[in-house]
């Protein structure tokens, strides 16, 4: 009987992750701060490196922040619930069920059509309360440095997803956890790596060919933290709208002063 409990609250746990998971911040943020479909401009990715090509640094990183809390707090949930629980090896089992299940939530939400972001975000906050948390942290400074160089946004995402996933590999295996869940660790963080690059293959393809575009990170910043008191910061993506609202033609004017020409 609590073999059948065990198994009905690890699928409860699963469900309910994946049903938060297919919560999208950045369509919230888009819609909310620019009343923009985030899907429907720049690259149609609902994800934090859309919102910074299209809107700034600004709301990228909160949507990047809004969907890694999102996701360290439901696996935190689930561990603390379940290590009361003491289901099949505690709270280490179910945290890091949780973050899987939550981030197929994120990729393939039920509600678009299977068509999510990209899950760099949710990764990271997966790891936000795991025992690695602080080296999450500090890669996340280190990638958040190395983006203004590199300034390619599919590099820098599967560098910090794959250093995270590296890292946590290596602290279970060489801290003092079983053999058990070390591989069950491993396997899931790598799963979820997998699932990355699965996700960024169109941005490989063109990385490959040359032809993957930059984010100009490094201007972005530039127009946050270097920008004049009082002066305004224009937003990239009103940009068109604005210029087409300042060509004015006044046929009629011509038109008369055409017609007092050939009457002269």
Not at 1 to 21: C, P, T
Request: proline share 1%; glycine share 10%; hydrophobic share 50%.
């Amino acid at each position: 009987m609590e073999m059948v409990e065990s198994v009905l609250l690890l699928i409860l746990a699963g469900f309910v992750s994946y049903f938060i998971g297919t919560i999208n911040f950045s369509k919230i943020i888009a819609w909310r701060a620019k009343k923009k479909d985030i899907t429907q401009i720049g690259s149609h990715n609902p994800g934090a490196m859309n919102m910074l090509r299209s809107f700034g640094f600004g709301l990228a990183l909160l949507t990047f922040v809004a969907e890694a809390t999102k996701a360290g707090l439901v696996c935190l949930g689930f561990k603390l619930l379940y290590d009361h629980f003491g289901v099949w090896g505690g709270g280490d089992f179910v945290y890091y069920l949780a973050g899987f299940c939550l981030m197929i939530g994120y990729n393939f939400p039920v509600w678009t059509k299977f068509k999510g972001g990209k899950g760099v975000a949710c990764f990271a906050g997966i790891l936000l309360f795991s025992p690695i948390w602080y080296v999450s942290l500090g890669w996340f400074a280190v990638c958040f440095v190395l983006f203004i160089f590199i300034d390619i946004g599919s590099v820098i995402s599967l560098i910090y997803t794959g250093g995270l996933a590296i890292a946590t590999t290596v602290f279970f295996w060489l801290m003092n956890y079983s053999v058990w869940v070390a591989a069950y660790v491993t396997a899931m963080v790598w799963a979820l790596y997998i699932l990355t690059i699965i996700r960024h293959r169109a941005n490989l393809k063109r990385l490959f060919s040359g032809t993957e575009n930059r984010v100009g990170f490094k201007d972005k910043l530039k127009k946050v933290f270097c920008h004049k008191k009082g002066e305004r910061i224009i937003d990239e993506a009103n940009i068109e709208s604005e210029a087409e609202s300042e060509i004015v033609i006044d046929e009629t004017n011509d038109y008369v002063k055409d017609n007092e020409e050939n009457k002269n």
